[in-house]
């Protein structure tokens, strides 16, 4: 079994958003002050969520206001709270913090109390306990069991998540590998010589955020002008995250479709070898700019195609593997001599050792992707200069990416 979400853009009449509002809020703050209540006395009683679920009981019989939110989504958030403590004494994230107004707004229904209607080919309909029926548009059919359905607020409005449990069988992976080269000027480089590039239209809105955000800093604190300024740049942002994610996940699924292994390195320590990659060329300012520009756009999305890939190799019995990034820019695939001056320019990749000649991302994929074959690192290695970037990790195969660690790998 696996889980998976199906997220579409919701379409509530006036008074349902005001719903929404309500709901979030009180979600909230029986979030916060069960974390509260733990937070100061969980260590000597052992608040778990059955205590803290007939504390809400008191606290609905209580305040009309905590009783007029549906049950289920109260209980829900305290499973939450749960959760979040257990993957704290876990040692896998920090300690839970309060959710917070316009960041944190959103609420979940188990499954079993919502049911999903198609209206027509275009739109469908949610039913929400004490809130109804919700348009949706309705982007891709659903499949699996639903397990619970999550409503969400992010700058461009309000979403339904629905979790679906996906019985599979996995197939027998094929054994095809593939190395995969995250990079600035081509997004993604296959080893197999295929190059994909994130749609160009990001880097336009990247330029038109950067421009909200002047503005932003122009405005005075606290003013209607500046909270509207930051609406238009929250905006922009979730646009840009709507189109990373598109991409993502087409190119994910494409790659998952054809391989059975797929060889990323290790971006944690790619921060020691980015400097060598630019240094071999002299890039005019625009190019520096715009590499600038395509770095801060690519920054959250190469650890969320790492987790996206893992999810869908998964699903069809294949593996993501992660090994070491140490000078995987520099390293010859036909030869494996390392030499920052093989590095040509941005895109181009002649060896000084042997003289092979190809594009420079595709060669780092071939080289990521052998890496993979652990006996094949002998052949690396072959230092013409003296190295000082170091990261002080052995060129060993590491293991897949953990999955709890919010999407790092
Ligand atoms: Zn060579």
């Not at 509260?36 to 209580?62: C, F, I, N, P, S």
């Not at 919502?114 to 809130?131: C, F, H, Q």
């Not at 600035?184 to 160009?200: F, K, N």
């Not at 992660?322 to 590095?343: E, H, K, L, M």
Request: a positive charge; glycine letters at 8%.
């Amino acid at each position: 079994m696996i889980a998976r979400g199906f997220r579409y853009k919701l379409e509530p009449l006036p008074e349902q958003e005001a719903l929404f509002r309500q709901f979030a809020g009180v979600c909230r703050l029986v979030y916060n002050l069960a974390l509260e209540q733990k937070a100061t006395w969980g260590r000597k009683h052992r608040l778990g969520y059955v205590a803290q679920a007939a504390d809400l009981t008191r606290l609905r019989a209580e305040f009309d206001w905590v009783r007029a939110v549906y049950v289920s989504c109260q209980q829900q958030a305290l499973r939450d709270l749960d959760r979040a403590f257990g993957n704290f004494f876990a040692g896998r994230t920090a300690f839970p913090r309060p959710r917070k107004r316009g960041v944190d707004d959103s609420f979940r229904f188990p499954g079993r109390e919502v049911a999903v209607k198609s209206l027509n080919g275009k739109w469908s309909a949610v039913r929400l306990p004490k809130i109804g029926w919700v348009k949706f548009r309705d982007t891709r059919p659903m499949r699996g069991d639903l397990k619970n359905v999550t409503v969400r607020l992010d700058a461009s409005g309000w979403y339904v998540a629905f979790t679906r449990e996906i019985a599979h069988e996995a197939p027998a992976p094929s054994l095809e590998v593939v190395g995969i080269d995250r990079g600035v000027a081509t997004t993604l480089a296959l080893s197999t010589g295929d190059m994909l590039t994130l749609p160009a239209s990001l880097e336009r809105i990247e330029v038109l955020k950067r421009k909200a955000q002047r503005i932003v800093a122009r405005r005075k604190r606290g003013s209607n002008r500046r909270r509207r300024a930051q609406a238009r740049v929250a905006r922009l942002q979730a646009r840009q995250a709507r189109i990373r994610r598109d991409f993502h996940h087409r190119a994910a699924l494409d790659i998952a479709r054809r391989y059975g292994v797929a060889v990323l390195e290790d971006l944690n320590t790619r921060g020691m070898t980015a400097s060598a990659r630019g240094t071999v060329t002299e890039p005019g300012r625009n190019v520096r700019q715009k590499a600038g520009l395509n770095r801060a756009i690519l920054a959250a999305g190469w650890h969320l195609f790492a987790t996206i890939l893992t999810d869908k190799m998964e699903e069809r019995g294949g593996q993501v593997v992660i090994v070491p990034a140490r000078f995987t820019s520099q390293t010859c695939a036909a030869c494996g001599v390392v030499d920052a001056r093989s590095r040509e320019s941005q895109a181009r990749f002649i060896c000084i050792g042997c003289g092979h000649t190809d594009h420079a991302d595709v060669n780092a994929a071939i080289t990521i992707e052998r890496r993979w074959n652990t006996p094949l690192l002998d052949v690396e290695g072959v230092h013409q200069q003296p190295c000082e970037a170091s990261t002080g990790r052995d060129l060993t195969v590491s293991e897949n990416p953990r999955r709890s660690r919010r999407g790092r790998c």
